[in-house]
């Protein structure tokens, strides 16, 4: 592991928490020839770890607790730190023009689709993750084991090359306030109360909180990015038009509920049943008003079909 163990090295002062991963990285090392099972165990949780990290440190809408949820394997876990750090470095070059470096992010992919086998031999053979009987049935081969720690040392030390980079290379130069008006909108409806009735809160946040700001807005573009693909909806065409003010009673008291802006909710159900429009995530995101998260965007999605489909939208046409 020569080179994520050099990674780590060459950035361990501004980042002394990735030395815990030392740890592993001495498992791996240590067992290719006599625990190679332990070898590949170790593998696969190196990788479990960094991706969880890399996760953490650009998505601020998870935590630690939605990592550990069944759904998030080791394979989801890694496919959505490549993404992320593909989408911060493409904002990155969009920024900065700097085409000298390219993220070659389908050739780290490929090593996603093998990550599965890495748990299944993990739980057929591991050593440590489950109590074993003896003798043990299967092992693995110290061969197979320097060929997975070989293939693991490529693609961490790839990915974690990027990674520091992304930290150490983080755009300085400011934000233009006045070229994000679509942005600023959003952080302004965000605060309806704001108590400085004759300043905007996004302009007090530029001003005097700016690092805030900087982050809110590399977390709204992020959201942007993964609100593209349009919500698949079916029977579409059968929903009856927007209109009547019982119907606009209806998408009032949904926005109440579910603290939404009411007009932008109102054109989304309005575009989606006259002009058979999807209803897009981005959009979604857009009418939130206090918790602008995709997973909140989700939900909604899911709720607003469901109502425009319900019984009782039916009898209001």
């Known amino acids: 592991m020569k080179q994520t163990r050099k990674i780590i090295e060459d950035n361990q002062i501004k980042y002394p928490e990735f030395k815990d991963y030392y740890v592993l990285i001495s498992e791996i090392e240590d ?22 990290q890399i996760i953490l440190t650009f998505d601020i809408t998870k935590s630690p607790a939605d990592l ?15 993404k992320i750090l593909e989408s911060k470095f493409d904002h990155y070059i969009e920024i900065t023009n700097d085409d000298s ?14 990550i599965n086998m890495l748990s299944e031999i993990r739980n057929k053979r591991g050593e440590i993750c489950h109590g074993r009987t003896v003798p043990k049935p299967v092992f693995s081969c110290p061969r197979f084991s320097k060929a997975i720690k070989n293939f693991t040392d490529t ?9 520091f980079y992304l930290l150490e290379n983080q755009v300085t130069e400011k934000l233009n306030y006045e070229e994000l008006g679509e942005f600023n909108k ?25 690092d805030t700001y900087a982050t809110r807005y590399n977390n ?7 609100a593209d693909t349009p919500i698949t909806v079916e029977e579409q065409t059968s929903v009856p038009p927007v209109s009547g003010d019982e119907k606009e009673d209806i998408i009032r008291g949904f926005c109440k509920i579910e603290d939404l802006h009411y007009d932008k909710i109102l054109k989304i159900v309005d575009d989606y049943i006259t002009l058979e429009r999807d209803i897009l995530k981005a959009d979604i995101l857009e009418a939130l008003i206090s918790e602008k998260s995709s997973l909140k965007a989700d939900e909604i999605e899911k709720k607003l079909i469901e109502l425009i489909n319900s019984n009782d939208w039916q009898e209001n046409n």
């Open 31 to 52: 067992n290719i020839l006599i625990h190679p099972d332990i070898c590949i165990e170790s593998c696969k949780s190196l990788i479990e770890g960094v991706s969880k």
């Open 68 to 82: 550990e949820k069944k759904d998030y394997n080791v394979q989801r876990l890694y496919r959505e730190a490549v």
């Open 101 to 114: 470096i390219i993220f070659e992010v389908d050739f780290i992919m490929i090593y996603s689709q093998s």
């Open 155 to 163: 693609y961490l030390a790839y990915v974690l090359d990027f990674y």
């Open 186 to 210: 959003n952080l302004d409806e965000e605060q309806p109360d704001f108590p400085i009735r004759k300043e905007r809160y996004s302009a007090i946040l530029y001003e005097y909180e700016y």
């Open 220 to 226: 709204y573009l992020s959201d942007k990015a993964e």
